[in-house]
Structures are given as C-alpha cells and as structure tokens.
C-alpha cells in the first residue's frame, strides 16, 4: 500500500519531536500499520533553516495554509499551539475532507464543539491524545479500556512545568522563577506561561477528561481554575509536617448534585502513589465503578514524549482512514445524540476537605474560639497543629485540617474567623483530597 501522506503545521518543539520519531522509527511504523507514514508538506516559522526533514522529498511553507490546502495531504497534524489561527486551519482542513491529528488542548477545550460538529458532518476524524498528560495514552484509557465503567471520578497531575515547579521547591528550595526559566528552556512551558503557573493549561486538559468521562459538553469556562504561585515553602513544610504533599491537581467527580470540575493546589496523602509523582511526570488516577482505581503515569510534556502520543494518534487515524465515522470511536467517547446536560457545580457547591492556616495571639481561649466558629459552621476539625512563636513574636502559625464540608460554609467560617481580635491577616485555605 503507498504510504499515507501527512501535512504537518508547525515545527517547533512537538513538531520537531512527531517529524523526528516519524522519521527514526519508520520501519517500526510501518511494521505496525502495514503502509508507511511520508510527511509531505511542512509549515513552519524560519523553515528554510529546518535541519529535521529532506527538503528533497517534503515540501516546505512558512504558510500553513498552503499546506492545509495541499490536494495531497491526506492528514493534517496541528502542532502550532493558541486559538486563533490554529482553529482556522483545523476548520479548514476539515472543510477540505482532511483527518485532523492536534496537541492543542486549549483548541479542544474551547472550540472542541464547533470542531467537532463539522468533522461530523464533513465525515473526518479529529484526534487529540497529545493534548492531555503528554505521552501518557490516556485519552485512549478513557474512550476504549475504560469503555465498560461508569467512571466515578479523576484526579489529575496534568500539567508538566506546575509538578516540576513544586517539586523543585520542596527538594530544593529553589525559587519559583529560576524553575520556572528551566522548564521554559526544556520546552515545558506554554508560550504564555501563566497559563502552566495559574491552571489554565490543567483547566483545559481537566475539560477533556470530563467530557470524555461523563459524556458531557466540553465546559472550559465552567471550570474552577487557581495556581500554584500562592503556594509557599512554610505551607509545603507543614504539609509534610501533617503526612501530606501539595500537588496541583485537576479533579473531576461525578455527585448527586452535579460534576465537580476544578483545578487547584491540592494537599494529599503521601502514602498515595500520585503524591510521589515529581518533577515534569504527569499521572492520572480514573476511578471507575468495574475496575475501581487505575493509575497512569509518564511524561507530561517535551518533545518526544509528546510526539509519541502525536504518532499514535496517526496511526490510529490512518488504521480506519477509509471507514465511515460510526465505525470509529465516538470523537468524544459517548455518541452525540447521547451526551448529557448533568450540571457542573459551582465551586460554593462542592465538598472536600481544608487545610487551614492563621495566625493568632499566642494566649489561652484563641483556639477554643477559632474552633467553636467552624463547629457554628458544622465545620468538623480533624487534626490540628500548634507551631511556637519565634523568639521576639507573640503570635503562633495555627493549622488546622477539616473534615470534608462544603466550600460555602468554609468560606463564612473564614470570614468570620479573620473578624476576630485574636486573629491576625488572611487565613490561608488549600482544599485536601484523601483520594481513597
Ligand atoms: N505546558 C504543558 C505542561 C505542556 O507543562 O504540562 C504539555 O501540555
């Protein structure tokens, strides 16, 4: 069979890394998929200077859209990254009855639907495997080996460059800025980092995996998102202090009263097996009803690794290229006329547990009378920590551990606790996760 011709926008990391795997392992390829991958058309930005593909045999563009209207492409592979322009060459591509291979979770998270309705109806395939955890297969995971469950809930490590930030931190005591320089350096990073630092990017991913878990919507804006850059040493000490790690993680749960959809620094045990992922590694814990708790672990991001999960994808694509979309996987997991309109909850809404840390005068009564403000709350403490004042200080660092309640409750009792005398600043509140 001849070799399926492949368009590639964007040569810059990841598409650095999918022309470079492409290329090394094309006799594995081939060997696994019976034809031959080429890649026929390249967009990049100062591509007269690309050292990765033979300009002899791959046709060379700084105009991505001359490569999305290449009659010979038969898939396009966007690795350009954004909204904008990103989005109007996939819609294109499908516009021109080609199959789309993506990394872009935030095209996914936001204009998936759009995206999606038209590759439907134009009968192509869109495939995104790059745009969640890296090279982990999860969104493989999810559509095909978890296909039997009802799937209860996830929590995630999605984003590479927050886990290696923290995990810096807590190993080394290096300063946020200077990890942060590094996993720009290494490739990491977004373009705008803040969208690694502040959630965003996990926001995105954390949609994904809804969706895909509960066959609903694609719901970014509905998404509770909060960074990491809050996060200080003295709060990661005590964390280990109590037996806990601070992760950032994405969670999504299904509840009686909704889907909890949220991303934020999150303490949890360090027994657990997720609290030791570190550095730039992601992992994914599922719950499902079947299988119960499965795990998923492996690189988050870099070229490579990401390129792995970019390659699968067209190999995938290419396997059914000839076959009618309902004999495909479902683009999101469930089938369309299937999906649900379960309601996402607002934050105010949800259930966890606190830990919580003020600083209070150092005399008899101020922890009975923080206590007795939760219990108003039917807040229920479940451990607390007394750290002494420093030598010249009156006032002692407080930490308390909650019981799970709702965040409404939490947030008054907070207000509250910060009104009284005995009480100094803001009370510093991370959510805890038991994760069992
Ligand atoms: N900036 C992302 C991360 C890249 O650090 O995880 C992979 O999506």
């Known amino acids: 069979m001849d070799a399926v011709k492949v368009g590639l926008l964007g040569l810059g990391t990841v598409g650095g890394g999918t022309a470079t795997v492409l290329i090394r392992n094309a006799d594995e390829i081939k060997a696994?998929?019976?034809?031959?991958?080429?890649?026929?058309?390249?967009?990049?930005?100062?591509?007269?200077?690309?050292?990765?593909?033979?300009?002899?045999?791959?046709?060379?563009?700084?105009?991505?859209?001359?490569?999305?209207?290449?009659?010979?492409?038969?898939?396009?592979?966007?690795?350009?990254?954004?909204?904008?322009?990103?989005?109007?060459?996939?819609?294109?591509?499908?516009?021109?009855?080609k199959h789309v291979v993506t990394?872009?979770?935030a095209l996914i998270a936001t204009h998936g639907p759009e995206i999606m309705k038209a590759a439907t109806e134009q009968g192509v395939s869109v495939c995104y495997e790059a745009a969640?955890?890296?090279?982990?297969?999860?969104?493989?995971?999810?559509r095909e080996g978890l296909a039997a469950n009802k799937?209860?809930?996830?929590?995630?490590?999605?984003?590479?460059?927050?886990?290696?930030?923290?995990?810096?931190?807590?190993?080394?005591?290096?300063?946020?800025?200077?990890?942060?320089?590094?996993?720009?350096?290494?490739?990491?990073?977004?373009?705008?980092?803040?969208?690694?630092v502040e959630g965003i990017d996990a926001a995105h991913k954390l949609t994904i995996l809804a969706s895909l878990a509960f066959g609903i919507e694609l719901q970014f804006e509905k998404t509770y998102t909060?960074?990491?850059?809050?996060?200080?040493?003295?709060?990661?000490?005590?964390?280990?202090?109590?037996?806990?790690?601070?992760?950032?993680?994405?969670?999504?749960?299904?509840?009686?009263?909704?889907?909890?959809?949220?991303?934020?620094?999150?303490?949890?045990?360090?027994?657990?097996?997720?609290?030791?992922?570190?550095?730039?590694?992601?992992?994914?814990?599922?719950?499902?009803?079947?299988?119960?708790?499965?795990?998923?672990?492996?690189?988050?991001?870099?070229?490579?690794?990401?390129?792995?999960?970019?390659?699968?994808?067209?190999?995938?694509?290419?396997?059914t290229i000839d076959a009618p979309l309902h004999h495909k996987v479902p683009l999101l997991g469930f089938q369309s006329n299937a999906m649900r309109d379960t309601p996402v909850l607002p934050i105010e809404d949800v259930e966890t547990a606190y830990y919580l840390r003020m600083e209070a005068e150092d005399k008899p009564g101020v922890l009975a009378e923080v206590s007795e403000t939760f219990a108003k709350h039917s807040i229920s403490i479940e451990a607390v920590l007394q750290?002494?004042?420093?030598?010249g200080e009156s006032s002692v660092h407080l930490i308390m551990l909650t019981q799970k309640c709702v965040e409404s409750s939490v947030n008054h009792a907070i207000k509250v606790v910060e009104g009284l005398d005995s009480v100094k600043g803001e009370v510093v509140r991370i959510r805890m996760e038991h994760l069992d």
């Open 32 to 97: 696994r998929l019976g034809r031959g991958i080429e890649i026929c058309h390249v967009a990049g930005l100062d591509i007269a200077s690309q050292t990765i593909v033979d300009p002899a045999t791959t046709k060379l563009t700084e105009d991505a859209f001359e490569v999305v209207n290449d009659p010979e492409v038969e898939i396009v592979v966007e690795l350009i990254g954004g909204y904008t322009l990103a989005k109007d060459l996939v819609m294109k591509a499908i516009e021109n009855g």
């Open 132 to 142: 969640v955890a890296g090279g982990i297969p999860i969104i493989k995971a999810m």
């Open 226 to 319: 909060e960074g990491i850059s809050k996060i200080t040493t003295e709060d990661v000490n005590h964390a280990e202090e109590l037996g806990y790690r601070i992760k950032h993680l994405g969670i999504t749960r299904k509840t009686d009263k909704g889907i909890e959809l949220r991303v934020h620094p999150t303490l949890i045990p360090e027994k657990r097996l997720i609290a030791n992922v570190d550095g730039v590694m992601n992992a994914v814990l599922v719950q499902g009803d079947a299988v119960g708790p499965t795990l998923y672990y492996g690189a988050g991001a870099g070229a490579e690794p990401t390129a792995s999960a970019v390659v699968a994808d067209i190999i995938d694509t290419v396997r």
């Open 387 to 391: 750290k002494e004042p420093a030598s």
């Open 103 to 105: 990394a872009n979770k």
């Open 151 to 196: 799937i209860q809930w996830i929590a995630g490590i999605i984003n590479g460059t927050g886990n290696f930030i923290l995990t810096e931190m807590r190993d080394k005591g290096r300063d946020f800025a200077d990890v942060l320089r590094e996993a720009q350096e290494l490739g990491y990073a977004e373009a705008d980092p803040t969208f690694d």
